[in-house]
């Protein structure tokens, strides 16, 4: 930790703590969509989004990734600020075990080929012949049916690695070798699914797509390849920050949820800083109200990797602790540069893909909210679970959210509603180093903001809106379609 960092925290500190002072009187009045909204400033926002850029900058790789002290002072932050409110919220820090890549080495025929170890598969050092696998491995078919003392090499895209590595294992490999589908190394990849009892994970190295075809290109061409791995792993112990207000009814609980990590390119200011620091600003905000129904806050981690905070998170509740959750709310890239309003298309009208009972409903809260409070243009995107919504769903828990667009391109349509520039990233620095203080937008950042307010104070106050619960609530996440489409992101 720098002495500058710590003279900016300890500042920052200093102002909560004389918030907190006012903040918990006796006799507060139930919220209310305008007063939490009003509470809402911008520069208490970007105050909050330099403090996480100063967590990066101060880090060795200038990130916030899974693993680094951005990340841990980041996770330690929101912790300290919502700490600041004892009386007022329960909070815990969930730990979650991960095994990430540290460095690797490999040689074919010995050469030497730069590679990197993948997150989620353990350290080893491996030597054998190199198979290639066809298509994407992503199918038992595509598996020789023994791989017994071989590396796979198998191409990235369509599932994720995790299932390919898996598959790979149950065939008797003794490691893999993943190259890419895209342009640049595999720095920070991530096998994206917990390892389970029956596929234990085997070392895994990730390459670049150019020497994955060259590899390819000479085993087609009859060339035996011996390759040499080694990968070294540590097991971190991340954490989930969870908050929930003491108040309110206990078994009917709104809960909000961001994610406190970057990825390895850059300290993810808009991705996820304005979707974690939005909900901080309204979790401190809302202190000076009382609230009818719970209301819980979480920040999750290493969902860059692969949602697994929000995965582990839901793995270890209770079939009772799922049935408390109404309805869980994602918020993802508040303040990109290129904007639009999009809402999570909950209700299928637009993409044929919806959520458990109340997703709908959610959808039509927040376009209510866009048109007849907030009088915003909107539009509607494609509720494929891409976030940390995804494992709600999955467990049969309405979700719903908003966002401001990442590397999808601007339609003119949406520059006549929105303004910005047609043809043009939401976010040109999306998962890039210039996802920083200086890119965000404010004005989508405050609007999209007042948008959670609103979702939070409506359902603090009732669930009249919402369809009655159901208990024991069976899968009735999206389509196994719709999941594959999801995990496209990281595979
Ligand atoms: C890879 O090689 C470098 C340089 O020799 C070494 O510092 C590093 O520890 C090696 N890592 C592994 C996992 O073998
Ligand atoms: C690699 O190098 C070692 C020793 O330097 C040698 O014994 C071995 O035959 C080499 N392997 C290949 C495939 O060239
Ligand atoms: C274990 O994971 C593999 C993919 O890695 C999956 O195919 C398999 O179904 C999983 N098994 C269980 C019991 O979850
Ligand atoms: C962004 O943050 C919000 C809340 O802060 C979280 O719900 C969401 O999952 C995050 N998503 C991404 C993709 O960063
Ligand atoms: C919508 O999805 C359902 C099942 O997921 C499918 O049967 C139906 O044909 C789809 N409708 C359209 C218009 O794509
Ligand atoms: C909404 O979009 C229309 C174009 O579809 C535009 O004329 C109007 O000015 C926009 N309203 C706001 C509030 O931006
Ligand atoms: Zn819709």
């Not at 403090?51 to 693993?67: C, E, H, M, T, W």
């Not at 949602?307 to 994602?330: H, M, W």
Request: with cysteine; glycine share 10%.
């Amino acid at each position: 930790m720098g002495v500058w960092k710590l003279i900016t925290v300890a500042a920052a500190l200093a102002v909560a703590v004389v918030d907190a002072a006012a903040l918990e009187p006796r006799g507060q009045k139930l919220v209310k969509s305008d007063s939490l909204r009003k509470a809402l400033k911008v520069d208490a926002l970007y105050k909050k989004a330099e403090i996480l850029q100063d967590f990066a900058y101060s880090s060795p790789d200038k990130n916030r990734v899974i693993g680094s002290q951005g990340h841990q002072d980041t996770i330690d932050y929101l912790h300290d600020q919502i700490a600041k409110f004892p009386k007022y919220y329960t909070v815990e820090l969930q730990p979650v075990p991960l095994v990430v890549g540290v460095s690797a080495n490999l040689t074919a025929n010995n050469k030497t080929i730069e590679v990197y170890a993948v997150t989620l598969a353990p350290g080893g050092h491996v030597t054998g012949p190199l198979v290639a696998i066809p298509n994407l491995g992503c199918e038992d078919a595509d598996f020789p049916p023994s791989l017994k003392g071989s590396i796979a090499l198998i191409f990235r895209g369509t599932c994720s690695f995790g299932v390919k590595v898996g598959l790979a294992s149950s065939r008797g490999a003794l490691g893999v070798i993943a190259y890419n589908n895209g342009d640049g190394n595999l720095k920070g990849y991530s096998l994206s699914l917990f390892q389970n009892d029956t596929t234990p994970y085997i070392p895994t190295g990730g390459i670049s797509r150019g020497q994955g075809e060259a590899l390819v290109a000479q085993l087609e061409a009859g060339t035996e390849i011996i390759v040499d791995l080694t990968t070294e792993s540590k097991t971190i112990t991340s954490y989930n920050v969870i908050a929930q207000t003491k108040g309110g009814d206990q078994n009917n609980v709104i809960h909000i949820g961001g994610h406190s990590d970057s990825v390895t390119a850059g300290p993810g200011i808009n991705d996820n800083g304005s979707g974690s620091i939005a909900i901080l600003e309204i979790a401190i905000q809302l202190t000076k109200f009382s609230v009818n129904n719970a209301v819980r806050f979480s920040w999750w981690t290493a969902e860059e990797e692969g949602l697994l905070g929000a995965t582990y998170y839901v793995a270890q509740l209770s079939q009772a602790e799922k049935d408390k959750i109404r309805l869980f709310l994602d918020f993802d890239m508040m303040a990109s540069p290129n904007y639009a309003f999009q809402i999570y298309d909950g209700d299928g009208s637009a993409f044929n893909s919806t959520g458990p009972p109340g997703s709908a409903e959610a959808e039509k809260e927040f376009t209510h909210y866009f048109n007849k409070i907030a009088k915003l243009n909107h539009t509607e995107i494609e509720f494929d679970g891409r976030s940390d919504y995804g494992p709600f769903l999955e467990a049969g828990i309405a979700a719903g959210g908003i966002a401001g667009g990442a590397e999808g391109l601007k339609t003119e349509e949406e520059v006549l509603m929105f303004g910005g520039a047609s043809g043009v990233q939401y976010d040109v620095n999306y998962h890039e180093d210039g996802d920083t203080v200086n890119n965000l937008n404010l004005e989508c950042w405050i609007e999209m903001s007042r948008a959670i307010a609103h979702m939070v104070a409506t359902y603090a106050r009732s669930w009249e809106s919402l369809p009655p619960k159901t208990k024991g609530s069976v899968k009735r996440g999206v389509s196994d379609h719709k999941k594959t489409k999801a995990y496209q992101r990281w595979v």
